[in-house]
């Protein structure tokens, strides 16, 4: 038998294998459904664990910086003790009251930098022990969300497990469907079940009626879509849609309503 190129199926042909597109893509749809809102919640929790080390690394390298700070501080603490014992022994030595006022201004200049550096230092170790108490918060939290994610995972993992196996076969058959469908008509189909919530690219007429967005439609369109003269789209949501019949889908025929009855009033009026 002749393989028929997209091109040269009917508009029937073209109808029911989008329909069969349709049904096989719903049905992945759900597999990936079952999953619900773990694949997000994984990625979140992943992302959430990068910024974490991150900021660990930003408050290691704060630590390191306090740490080189207190170290320079007391090097300069050192400097300017040395100068004072220096300044100090030349005091013995002084010709005249103009080098003991030199020499006075500057131990006492010396012995405030030593005032100062102890104070940067004592501001340090304060600012440092505030960065070690946030990176013990940090690693603690690092800690549960590493547990939390790896029991997300393992759960994701089971139901992808559970599901992996049929969602391929539904995809092969998705590509297979595809290959029969013209490249024009199937980019509008993916278009529009792409913006439509429920994900219906193409719909069955149900009660006189668009089986997406539920608008009743004109009776002359309804012929139109039974006719199977050329793809029909709803005017209201943009669906394709299908009959039923070309579905194969069984309607039930709607009971029809039983006369009434004259009331016994109403014949004794026409009687008279």
Avoid at 145 to 166: C, G, P, S, V
Avoid at 210 to 218: D, E, S
């Amino acid at each position: 038998m002749v393989k028929k190129a997209p091109t040269e199926l009917s508009v029937e042909e073209k109808l029911q294998a989008l329909y069969q597109l349709q049904l096989t893509l719903s049905a992945i749809d759900e597999k990936r459904a079952l999953r619900g809102e773990l694949p997000l919640e994984v990625q979140d929790l992943a992302d959430e664990l990068e910024g974490l080390k991150t900021r660990v690394e930003k408050i290691e390298n704060e630590i390191k910086d306090f740490q080189g700070a207190i170290t320079a501080k007391k090097a300069d603490i050192a400097k300017a003790e040395a100068g004072i014992e220096r300044y100090k022994k030349q005091l013995d030595d002084v010709k005249n009251n103009r080098e003991y006022d030199t020499l006075t201004k500057e131990i006492e200049f010396q012995s405030l930098e030593v005032e100062l550096c102890n104070k940067k230092i004592k501001e340090a170790i304060v600012r440092m022990d505030d960065k070690n108490k946030e990176l013990e918060q940090t690693q603690a939290l690092i800690e549960d969300r590493t547990q939390a994610l790896a029991e997300k995972r393992n759960e994701l993992d089971e139901i992808m497990q559970e599901t992996r196996d049929e969602e391929e076969k539904l995809k092969a058959k998705a590509r297979e469907l595809e290959a029969k469908i013209e490249p024009r008509l199937l980019a509008s189909f993916k278009r529009i079940r792409k913006s439509a919530r429920n994900g219906l690219g193409i719909t069955v007429v149900q009660r006189a009626s668009c089986g997406g967005c539920f608008n009743k439609i004109p009776p002359q369109r309804q012929l139109d879509i039974k006719m199977h003269k050329k793809i029909i789209v709803c005017e209201y949501c943009g669906r394709i849609m299908i009959d039923p019949e070309l579905a194969g889908i069984k309607v039930e025929e709607e009971a029809k309503p039983k006369p009434k009855r004259a009331s016994r009033k109403k014949k004794t009026e026409d009687a008279e």
